[in-house]
T-cell receptor, first 111, second 111 residues
Framework: SQELEQSPQSLIVQEGKNLTINCTSS?????LYWYKQKYGEGLIFLMM?????EEKSHEKITAKLDEKKQQSSLHITASQPSHAGIYLC???????????FGKGTKLTVNP | DAGVTQSPTHLIKTRGQQVTLRCSPK?????VSWYQQALGQGPQFIFQ???????QRGNFPDRFSGHQFPNYSSELNVNALLLGDSALYLC??????????FGPGTRLTVT
């Protein structure tokens, strides 16, 4: 079965700093999702990547999919306290199938 | 446009009891998936419903069952509750093969 490993597990940065979160899959990535979760709450959809080399941006968050490396990265530019939370990557088999998730990366942004 | 809604928000049950959780999908969505998220872990797929039928199932015992209604809303039932069933239960909806949107979750505590 597919497994996703996220790194780092937790991250503490100063406001204004850039940061990167990685998600590595044990199998070929077809669809890769990034979600943000506030503690104990639901998941907020950030981005979905489907093609190798695809890159998407939303405000100050950019995600890339490296199909060959079976890896995706999430980059936040000029971090703000509002970026704090748990970032989860999820992968599916290419359709609206079950998602397999990583354990998440906890991001803390200090003002 | 209302997103995915779940009820109740919190629930406390005793071991051996039964529980029903409810989910209303985002408008225009026809597929509902349920996930269990233990503390500090990523969500684990329970099952998915489409056209009122269970389309996929994760590695969960038969104590976990579900239903989808003609209006696409869904229920998750858990029988003979165990302490280990304490978790955040998340519902996600999608339209066919497109991205899944999650609800705020139901926090279930089993004592």
């Amino acid at each position: 079965s597919q497994e996703l490993e996220q790194s780092p597990q937790s991250l503490i940065v100063q406001e204004g700093k850039n940061l990167t979160i990685n998600c590595t899959s044990s199998k070929t990535l077809y669809g890769l999702y990034w979600y943000k979760q506030k503690y104990g709450e639901g998941l907020i959809f950030l981005m979905m990547l489907q093609k190798g080399g695809e890159e998407k941006s939303h405000e100050k968050i950019t995600a890339k999919l490296d199909e060959k490396k079976q890896q995706s990265s999430l980059h936040i530019t000029a971090s703000q306290p509002s970026h704090a939370g748990i970032y989860l990557c999820g992968a599916d088999g290419g359709g609206s199938e079950k998602l397999v998730f990583g354990k998440g990366t906890k991001l803390t942004v200090n003002p | 446009d209302a997103g995915v809604t779940q009820s109740p928000t919190h629930l406390i049950k005793t071991r051996g009891q039964q529980v029903t959780l409810r989910c209303s999908p985002k408008s225009g969505h026809d597929t509902v998936s349920w996930y269990q998220q233990a503390l500090g872990q990523g969500p684990q797929f329970i099952f998915q419903y489409y056209e009122e039928e269970e389309r996929q199932r994760g590695n969960f015992p038969d104590r976990f069952s579900g239903h989808q209604f003609p209006n696409y809303s869904s229920e998750l039932n858990v029988n003979a509750l165990l302490l280990g069933d304490s978790a955040l239960y998340l519902c996600a909806s999608s339209y066919r093969v497109y991205e899944q949107y999650f609800g705020p979750g139901t926090r279930l505590t089993v004592t």
